[in-house]
Structures are given as C-alpha cells and as structure tokens.
C-alpha cells in the first residue's frame, strides 16, 4: 500500500517523519544511535524481527482502517517482548513521573484538602492499570508463551485479554478534564499544564497499546495456536473421540434444531414436540454447548451444512 514504510526506509526517516516511533522503537528493544541505517539493518543488529515490527510501526502511523494487518509474517514472541516492555515503561516510568509533576504542581498542604483526593483518585487509577497489566502478564502472557513453546492448551484465548482498556482511558481523560474544567487556579499554572500534557501522552500511548494487543497480537495469537494444534495430532484424535462419544445430537435434540432453524421460539417448539419449555430450554443448552453455537443463525447454518433442513424451510 502507498505511503507505508519498508524494510529498505531509513530509521531516521522513519523517526523524523513520527515522533511516536520513537516509542515503539525503544520497546521493540532499539537503542538510539543507529545513524542511517535502515530498518532492516538495524533489526539484524539488535536481533529482531523485522516483518514484526514493520507491521507495528504502519500500524500505529496508518492506524487498522488504512493498514491491513499480515499477521501471518509476525512472530508472536517479538509481539509479546514489545508489550511486556510497554508494561514496564507505563508502570516504572509514565506513571510514576506523572504523579512526580502532579505533586510539584497542586499545593499539598495540610489546609488543602482538595490536592490529597486529586492524588488518591490518581493512585487508584495507576493501582487499576497495576491490576490490568498484572492479569495480562500472569493469565494471558503465560498462555501465550506455551502457545510459542508448542505446548497447546485447550482454552478460547478470544476471553483471555481483559476487556478494560475503555475503562482505563476513560478515567485517565476523567483526570484530565477535572483539572481543565474544574481545578481552582488563580493564576497561570505552567507545572499544572505539564501535568495535562503529560496526560494527553499516556492517553495517546495506551489506545496505541490497546490497539496493538486487539488487532496485532491476538490475531497473531489465533494464527499460533491453530499451527501448534496442527502440529498436535493427540489433540484432534481427542477432540475427535469427544465428539464421537459425547458431543453428537441425539435425536431429540436434532429435532429441536429443525425447530429453531424453522424460527420456532421454546414455547412452540414446547408444543409442537409434547415437552415443557423448561425441557426444550435445557436441551438448547446442551446443543449450545455440544456443538459451540450460541446463536440462532449459527444453528441455521449448522442445519443446512449437515442437511437437517433445506434452505428453503428456514426462517430467514
């Protein structure tokens, strides 16, 4: 795609053209000094993937509308050391100096009352994304590195990443616009505006974080596991015999597929079978577990691709 960087640009110009690479450079583990070399000389020197940070770095300067994602080329572990620095720099860097300008900023004493809750409501935020990342480092991490290990671990990574990103931005904006709208200030406050503009830089480079690890690292991730379960055949030979065993329909219950991909609700389907709704409730229960289809339009499908009903018959 036009105006994306290759693997032949210089660094340099990569820098110069956006300030926010800098960023994604030192977390991919780049130190300054590279001179003119370009991006794939330098990740030879310092022994990184370079299609993986490539796809990072036209990521956060196109954003996903206007830069289509190949995550097949990116390595997972390359992904993953990026986040776990990212951890590192918000926790022992962003963070702790914010609040370092916050107490140079705001007047602490002791007949303020004001600055102490402003402080408390940011270190209860800061202690939040502590609890976020921690979660992501211990739960989702660890999966991730067996997955990168070829150890397969049955599980739905979609639930693993902890859906809290929007929280998170949302209070550290709710901070932003307290001091802006509703701060008592008698005066200009140049450390008190430092802080705010250190604020718009986190709020900037956690919806980078947060985009990177949705729409980078997770699809990288279900691309691992499906090699790694490809590469298990002791795995598709139990999944095979479970659902030999256990997960196949009974009669019953393909009788109550037809119902809901004819568009029958659980009374109907009640009636029209002789059962209680409490009967026909449980059953759909079990069909949504058995076959790991929750939704009607997925049971439709499901119906017409194993031949229960045609397409003619369903309620569309």
């Known amino acids: 795609?036009?105006?994306?960087?290759?693997?032949?640009?210089?660094?340099?110009?990569?820098?110069?053209?956006?300030?926010?690479?800098?960023?994604?450079m030192s977390r991919f583990g780049i130190p300054l000094g590279f001179g003119e070399k370009s991006i794939n000389e330098v990740c030879r020197q310092f022994g990184i993937d370079a299609d993986t940070f490539l796809t990072v770095i036209n990521y956060v300067k196109d954003g996903a509308d206007n830069?289509?994602?190949?995550?097949?080329?990116?390595?997972?572990?390359?992904?993953?050391?990026?986040?776990?620095?990212?951890?590192?720099?918000?926790?022992?860097?962003?963070?702790?100096?914010?609040r370092f300008l916050l107490l140079n900023a705001i007047d602490c004493s002791i007949q303020n009352e004001l600055p102490f809750l402003v402080l408390k409501f940011f270190d209860e935020y800061v202690e939040e994304v502590r609890k976020h990342m921690e979660y992501e480092?211990?739960?989702?991490?660890?999966?991730?590195?067996?997955?990168?290990?070829?150890?397969?671990?049955?599980?739905?990574?979609?639930?693993?990443?902890?859906?809290?990103?929007?929280?998170?931005e949302s209070k550290l904006k709710e901070l932003k616009n307290l001091f802006m709208q509703y701060y008592p200030q008698t005066d200009i406050n140049?450390?008190?505006?430092?802080?705010?503009?250190?604020?718009?830089?986190?709020?900037?480079?956690?919806?980078?974080?947060?985009m990177v690890e949705d729409n980078i690292f997770l699809p990288a991730v279900k691309c691992l596991e499906h090699q790694v379960k490809m590469n298990c055949p002791e795995v598709?030979?139990?999944?095979?015999?479970?659902?030999?065993?256990?997960?196949?329909?009974?009669?019953?219950?393909?009788?109550?597929?037809?119902?809901?991909?004819?568009?029958?609700?659980?009374?109907?389907?009640?009636?029209?079978?002789?059962?209680?709704?409490?009967?026909?409730?449980?059953?759909?229960?079990?069909?949504?577990?058995?076959?790991?289809?929750?939704?009607?339009?997925?049971?439709?499908?499901?119906?017409i691709v194993n031949k229960l009903v045609t397409i003619d018959e369903v309620n569309i």
């Open 236 to 303: 598709e030979k139990e999944s095979d015999e479970m659902m030999t065993k256990e997960d196949q329909l009974s009669e019953r219950e393909k009788e109550i597929v037809v119902c809901v991909a004819k568009g029958l609700s659980n009374k109907e389907i009640a009636d029209k079978l002789c059962l209680s709704v409490n009967t026909v409730t449980t059953h759909r229960r079990n069909i949504a577990r058995k076959l790991q289809i929750h939704s009607p339009a997925g049971i439709t499908i499901y119906a």
């Open 1 to 24: 795609m036009a105006g994306q960087y290759r693997l032949t640009d210089k660094l340099s110009f990569v820098i110069a053209n956006d300030y926010r690479l800098l960023q994604v």
């Open 137 to 168: 480092e211990t739960t989702v991490y660890t999966y991730v590195e067996k997955l990168v290990g070829g150890e397969f671990v049955s599980i739905d990574s979609s639930h693993l990443l902890s859906r809290h990103h929007e929280a998170i």
């Open 190 to 210: 140049e450390k008190l505006n430092a802080v705010i503009v250190s604020i718009y830089q986190a709020e900037e480079e956690l919806s980078i974080h947060s």
């Open 67 to 98: 830069s289509p994602q190949r995550v097949e080329r990116v390595k997972v572990d390359s992904v993953l050391a990026y986040l776990k620095r990212t951890h590192a720099y918000f926790l022992g860097y962003l963070f702790p100096n914010i």
